[in-house]
């Protein structure tokens, strides 16, 4: 079961990103409040929760929210300035977003790059421990999908419809088939033995 919370004195805003591990498409990112004392029994780590479900949640998390917002970085930027960077860059972009200011930040993992001296806690897998971070999940990885699928629509044979961009023996074969789109990320190993460029 989520905690509702991680302190009681503080408006928090949870953080997560999805899209970070994926070989095309940009890395999206979402800041949530959400009242302490919400709950709902489908919430949970994005990765667990059915497409259905996480579709529902989003409006449910969106109509709960005290304040949310959602960010993208497309992959030229990713390639730029390194998927880590860009996963914070996201995050930040999201809290600028946030129509209610939060007084502590809970990040999902274990790094972050310090957002307007507000103090922030990395939690590893907090999006399976906190509510907050759990539905910054669903948004992350619901926006993101849905942004996918408009892609697909524009380059089908890599069937981002159904891998969302990640690595999947079906895009990994396309790719050496077509090569890369505009959309594709330069900076990913599409073979376990080349060297991880960042």
Known sequence: ??????????????CDEAGRGCLAGPVYAAAVIMPKDFFHPLLNDSKQVTEKNRNELRTIIESSALAFAVARIDNHEI?????LR???KAMHGALDKLK???RLLLIDGNRFSAYKKIPHRCIIKGDAIFTSIAAASILAKTYRDEHMLKLHDEFPRYAWDSN???GTATHRTAIEMYGRCTYHRKTFRLKAEQPEMF
């Open 164 to 166: 969302k961009g990640y």
């Open 79 to 83: 390639d730029e300035i390194n998927i």
């Open 86 to 88: 860009a996963s914070f």
């Open 100 to 102: 209610k200011k939060p």
């Open 1 to 14: 079961m989520l905690k509702p919370f991680y302190q009681e004195e503080l408006i928090e805003a949870g």
